[in-house]
């Protein structure tokens, strides 16, 4: 199983650098134009289907990448962003100054791992090859587990449609490459597909 971990297209609550856990914010501009860009660079990706978060920024994004694929479109409450409790909303300066006083991390990062990826491997039992459009605190949750902690949540910011490639073999995820531009991510996959063939 090859699973491509898409962070959606560009907010402004992104640009502003505020979490924005659950809340249910659009793209701007420049997300949408982010989201058919990376639909151009993935057009001949051999996809099955296609995963995304409930949340509209992932779900217009997802939607995009879609009409580009025409793979079966699939969304999963599972893939949502993480919540962030009482810090959602806030800046980095604000958020660093709460948690300095008060202890509210929000949804386990654990748990976020275990929900991704029971979703993802769902879908992997009959979907060989998935795009997974989700948020950048449950992807980086999912890196984390994959890598060991060597990459993922608090030492990875994604970029707004980078790709991430998992694959699943001899029983366990992998990290083939994480946090690349759609162009980039297109000429990695089709290296290491070359390579396993």
């Known amino acids: 199983m090859t699973v491509y971990l898409i962070r959606h297209g560009e ?25 058919e860009a990376c639909a151009a660079a993935l057009k001949t990706l051999p996809a099955d289907c296609v995963l995304t978060s409930p949340l509209q920024r992932a779900k217009v994004t997802a939607q995009i990448i879609v009409d580009t694929l025409g793979a079966p479109f699939y969304t999963d409450g599972r893939l949502i962003e993480r919540d962030f409790g009482a810090l ?20 386990p990062l654990d748990a976020v791992a275990d929900r991704m990826l029971e979703a993802i491997e769902e879908y992997g039992k009959k979907f060989p090859r998935i795009v997974a459009v989700s948020h950048g605190a449950s992807i980086n949750a999912v890196l984390a587990r994959c890598s060991g902690g060597e990459i993922g949540s608090g030492k990875t910011l994604l970029l707004n449609t980078g790709v991430s490639r998992l694959s699943h073999r001899n029983g366990r995820w992998q990290v083939d490459f994480y946090n690349v531009p759609a162009e980039e991510a297109m000429r990695l996959s089709h290296e290491l597909d070359s390579e396993n063939t």
Not at 18 to 32: F, I, M, S, T, Y
Not at 93 to 106: F, L, N, P, S
């Open 11 to 35: 907010t402004d609550w992104n640009r502003a650098l505020k979490l924005q856990g659950r809340e249910d914010v659009p793209l701007n501009a420049d997300g949408l134009r982010q989201a």
């Open 88 to 107: 959602s909303g806030f800046s980095l300066k604000d958020r660093a100054a709460y948690i300095a006083t008060v202890r509210d991390a929000g949804e």
